[in-house]
């Protein structure tokens, strides 16, 4: 039972927040920097690192008023150690570090992807172990046998693109603005899903792994082809990002036998691969609130608060790791 600050900066959203036992959130803060990024169609990395450290300080004065709370009820401070953009990521774990620091809290550094994890215990239903669990992100699609709170087994991944990836490489042939997964979204809304037959890579074969490079090309190449109807391409490439989130995911259901499903990642919060999980996978679907979706603090609080209560606390030695690996028990 903890009360916990958590802090995410590994690309470009500076997210505060204050969570109580890994379930309840006192406040949470996101400052997005998409406006700051999209005249430039992407991340720019010095510039997202530059941008959380000018905010990071009076967002958390901003999250600290809004929950009321005294330094001394904290139990614990969390950052994001990684995977992510290297300036970014230290903007977040060293104002972490020095706030443990100065406020003689235990420090605890999270995986980026096992915050994402934990954003389903933000929600109103909360799952048990075990679980099979989609990451879809920016920069992961992984299968994940979730065996217990940091118990994981990777069974599928993509070979190339993340699908999150994609929806932001196709709105950008698309000429739709960043970031692109809400914008295919919005442009997919009319658009006819079975004008092209694009690609679902990796199909039939006996692997739990995804490839996403080859249904990005087949865009570009229907594009090259001729002047199309740019709703009918979205919803057509989404419904074929999504088939190939969904069947996979049944595979994975099927071989491992499971019966409950977590989704998360900033990809999650898209509604046809949300409905159509729910409609479609032989497993109870455990999803986040939308705003928990794409990165945020309070899922990495979250998974602080269990790794606190559970003894797996960091130091003051943690350092950042672009290319963390996700692995059980750290
Ligand atoms: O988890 P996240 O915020 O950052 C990473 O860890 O990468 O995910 C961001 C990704 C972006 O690729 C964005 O285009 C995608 O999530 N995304 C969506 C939607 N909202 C965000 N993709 C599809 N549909 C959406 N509604
Ligand atoms: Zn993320």
Known sequence: MSIVLGIESSCDETGIAIVRNGVEVIA???ASQIDI???FGGVVPEIASRQHTTIISQLTEKVLAEAGIRIKDIDGIAATQGPGLMGALLVGLCFGKALAYAWKKPFVPVHHIEGH???VF???ARPEFPLLALVVSGGHTQLIHWEAPHQYTILGATRDDAVGESFDKVARLLNL???GG???QRAAEGGNPEAFDFPRAMMGRNTLDFSYSGLKTAVLYALQAG???VADVAASFQHAAVDALVRKTQQALDQTGLSRLALAGGVAANRLLRDRLMAECNATVYLPPFK???DNGAMIAAAACSRLDLGLTGDLSTVANPNLPFTSLA
């Open 227 to 229: 002047d199309l109807c």
């Open 292 to 294: 928990y979706c794409i």
């Open 28 to 30: 949470n803060e996101v």
């Open 117 to 119: 994890l934990f954003s």
């Open 37 to 39: 990024h999209r005249e």
């Open 177 to 179: 603005p960043y970031p």
């Open 122 to 124: 933000l929600g109103e």
């Open 182 to 184: 809400p914008s295919i």
